[in-house]
């Protein structure tokens, strides 16, 4: 069974840029969810998808976007980036909106 | 409001101590999930346990034991002879609902315990 994957594992973005996460989901999977984590921080809850619907946001602005595919993978989309955008960004796959949320390795972005 | 309170923000231990992470929750819902989950240096999230509000027996696995206890809030996570490899970050987090305007199965994280066993 293969795990939740994320690309890429590192990014570096200048402010104003914008920039796509990748997420694929775990086999049999339908939900994914998005977080980002600051330094030091416990992991912040962006949005969630369920069967290629938003089923949820978190405080982040629209700028913060995102799509999940017929195959259940999911992109994160932020635009205009801000140098506070600069964290590690989880993804998470569960068998349905409520089961156990398996995590991704993450992908580190850092905005100059 | 929901939130996830780890008071500890670091512990150290020696190799072979117990230790014990502690974690208080606030939520207004009576049917919600606790979590506990482990992130080592390279960044991944790795679930420990998921115990249901309406199971308060405790739970054992192997040097891991958990203690929940809905009459003080607290979800507290027990390491038994702890080990080098247990070094890392532990978050302990409350699932959210729909009933309070929030989205079934996000996940309220503490900030997290870092905890660091010397050999």
């Known amino acids: 069974e293969t795990g939740v994957t994320q690309s890429p594992t590192h990014l570096i973005k200048t402010r104003g840029q914008q920039v796509t996460l990748r997420c694929s989901s775990q086999?049999?999977?339908?939900?994914v969810s998005w977080y980002q984590q600051a330094l030091g921080q416990g992991p912040q809850f962006i949005f969630q998808?369920?069967?290629?619907?938003?089923?949820g946001r978190g405080n982040f602005p629209p700028r913060f976007s995102g799509l999940q595919f017929p195959n259940y993978s999911s992109e994160l989309n932020v635009n205009a980036l801000e140098l506070d955008d600069s964290a590690l960004y989880l993804c998470?796959?569960?068998?349905?909106?409520?089961?156990?949320?398996?995590f991704g390795p993450g992908t580190r972005l850092l905005v100059l | 409001a929901q939130k996830v309170t780890q008071a500890q923000t670091e512990i150290s231990v020696v190799e072979k101590e117990d230790v014990t992470l502690d974690c208080v929750y606030e939520?207004?819902?009576?049917?919600?999930?606790l979590f506990w989950y482990k992130q080592p240096p390279s960044g991944e999230l790795v679930f420990l346990i998921r115990?249901?509000?309406?199971?308060?027996q405790n739970e054992i696995s192997g040097r891991y034991s958990w203690n929940f206890q809905k009459s003080t809030s607290s979800f507290n996570f027990t390491i038994t002879a702890s080990q080098v490899v247990d070094s890392a970050v532990y978050f302990c987090?409350?699932?959210?609902?729909?009933?309070?305007?929030?989205?079934?199965?996000?996940?309220?994280f503490g900030k997290g315990t870092k905890l660091s066993v010397k050999p």
């Open positions: 998470a796959s569960s068998a349905d909106r409520e089961e156990t949320q398996y």
């Open positions: 086999s049999g999977h339908n939900t």
């Open positions: 998808y369920y069967r290629e619907e938003e089923n």
């Open positions: 939520t207004r819902d009576t049917t919600y999930y």
């Open positions: 115990r249901n509000s309406f199971d308060e």
């Open positions: 987090a409350l699932s959210e609902t729909i009933n309070y305007g929030g989205s079934q199965g996000n996940l309220i």
